[in-house]
DNA sequence: AAATCGGGGAT
DNA sequence: ATCCCAGATTT
């Protein structure tokens, strides 16, 4: 039997219950698809419910303030993904006048659309016939033909892509590209892959040649930066408190903070009073201060580790307008922000 | 080509 | 600790 009805085999017996896969109405389509870039079902699957609650057409999407589709991501990480969704909406509902792009081509136009999910949404919803590649496919293809190119290069993207290509029923594209990606999920995993019951055990060349741990291959350069984060909780008399908007580029672009001083490394208490002190918020001021957390607290994204402090500040009024503090709920933050405010619990104060 | 962008899950 | 996750974009 050939290799994708063999996977197209596997998946009608084996394929999970999404609620993603009851529709193909683009829409829903490109939404899973943006929330699970880089994340596993079960961390997108709430988020895909809760958008689809809030927003059940590309139109509502549209109408949305950015501040408001970010809430909704708040936690899901990889935040340009929200605002590039958000860009993306107003550009099909404004100019598009709702009609969805509906070729791979003119997918791949969109802002967040990449080769994956463009092809994901050509083969979904259009039947045309564009294999994804994905880490799964990356996988399953390195495994199953014993390629050893490394996966994070343009060669091996390349290779991978052209190879999926191949592979990919013509009359059945939507069906071998999930196929082959839930596969890879469940069956070909990363870690201890269930090669006793594999239908493709015969075929594959890593099973055969005892290297299934080794593939697939992938360079790594991961160099991981120690940041330094004092965020300042500053509380007037009037249960006021201070947040600012992240505008620059980098991370968390446009999600909401304690004001930040970031430094070279971890300070003395002592030390960081001095910097307090200079601080344009509090210069010339009189206030009191407190070290929240023990130790500080250590948040890891995937090229940054972020060494926290959280700083308690009463001070009697404060030097700009702020926020009463019961209204840090509304606003986007970085999980980081959102766990103090979670534990910190400004509402015991009211 | 390499760096950047999150947070959680599995081992 | 380390790797991975239904990748895309910027540098």
């Not at 791979?104 to 083969?123: E, Q, W």
Request: glycine content about 4%; overall charge positive.
């Amino acid at each position: 039997m050939i290799f994708s009805k063999i996977l197209i085999n596997w998946y009608s017996i084996n394929k999970r219950d999404m609620p993603w896969r009851l529709t193909k109405d683009p829409y829903c389509i490109w939404l899973s698809e943006i929330i699970l870039q880089q994340t596993q079902i079960k961390q997108g699957l709430p988020y895909y419910n809760a958008f689809l609650n809030a927003f059940p057409s590309v139109f509502k999407l549209a109408e949305a303030e950015e501040s408001e589709v970010l809430k909704l991501w708040q936690g899901l990480g990889y935040y340009s993904r929200a605002r590039n969704l958000h860009t993306t909406a107003k550009y099909i509902a404004n100019d598009l006048k709702g009609a969805f792009p509906n070729t791979y081509k003119d997918l791949l136009k969109l802002k967040g659309v990449g080769d994956y999910t463009a092809s994901a949404i050509a083969s979904i919803c259009f039947n045309e016939t564009t294999a994804v590649v994905d880490g799964n496919v990356y996988r399953v293809l390195s495994r199953y033909f014993g390629i050893t190119t490394p996966i994070n290069t343009s060669n091996g993207n390349k290779e991978f892509k052209a190879l999926a290509q191949e592979l990919i029923d013509v009359n059945r594209p939507d069906e071998f590209n999930q196929a082959i990606m839930e596969f890879g999920a469940i069956q070909c995993k990363p870690q201890n892959p269930n090669c006793n019951i594999c239908p493709l055990q015969n075929g594959c060349i890593a099973f055969n040649r005892s290297v299934i741990n080794e593939l697939p291959v992938k360079n790594k350069t991961l160099k991981i930066k120690k940041r330094y984060f004092n965020f300042l909780v500053i509380i007037s008399n009037e249960k006021k408190t201070i947040i600012e908007k992240r505008e620059h580029k980098g991370i968390w672009q446009n999600l909401y903070q304690f004001p930040l001083i970031e430094t070279k490394k971890n300070t003395s208490i002592k030390a960081f009073e001095a910097l307090l002190r200079e601080h344009n918020l509090l210069k010339d001021r009189s206030f009191e201060f407190v070290l929240y957390n023990d130790e500080p607290i250590v948040h890891k994204l995937s090229h940054q580790h972020l060494y926290t402090n959280f700083w308690v500040v009463t001070i009697e009024e404060l030097p700009v307008e702020g926020i009463p503090v019961e209204q840090v709920h509304d606003y986007a933050v970085p999980i980081l922000i959102g766990k103090f405010i979670e534990r910190f619990n400004f509402n015991r104060m009211l």
